[in-house]
């Protein structure tokens, strides 16, 4: 399994992004999908999840409901994470993961397979 996040960049406050992930699997609607987040000096921050095996249920880390949307599109193997209203505490590197066995999605030791991160850098 492989992932290839990408969409990062800079932008000002109040701004929006997309990130995009593509996963390389066979069998997509099989798997769970997470966006996780390091700032610098920080751990790694559960961000958003969508469970591709579980009707594609969503979840969200409560600093972002109401202002980024995660979103899958079965056909191109890719999830997405709209990200609106930015705010500079956004600013990290994302990270995509991705497993077909997730107990918990909003937990990073659930993912075995991690994409190569894409700094957003918001700016105010």
């Known amino acids: 399994v492989q992932l290839q996040a990408s969409g990062g960049g800079l932008v000002q406050a109040g701004g929006s992004l997309r990130l995009s992930c593509a996963a390389s699997?066979?069998?997509?609607?099989?798997?769970?999908l997470g966006w996780f987040r390091q700032a610098p000096g920080k751990g790694r921050e559960f961000v958003s999840g969508?469970?591709?095996?579980?009707?594609?249920?969503?979840y969200y880390t409560d600093s972002v409901k109401g202002r980024f949307t995660i979103s899958s599109d079965n056909a191109k193997k890719t999830v997405y994470l709209q990200m609106n209203s930015l705010k500079p505490e956004d600013t990290a590197v994302y990270y995509c993961a991705a497993d077909s066995v997730v107990r918990c999605e909003m937990l990073y030791w659930e993912y075995d397979y991690w994409g190569q991160g894409t700094l957003v850098t918001v700016s105010s």
């Open positions: 699997v066979r069998a997509f609607s099989d798997y769970a």
């Open positions: 969508i469970n591709n095996k579980n009707g594609d249920s969503t």
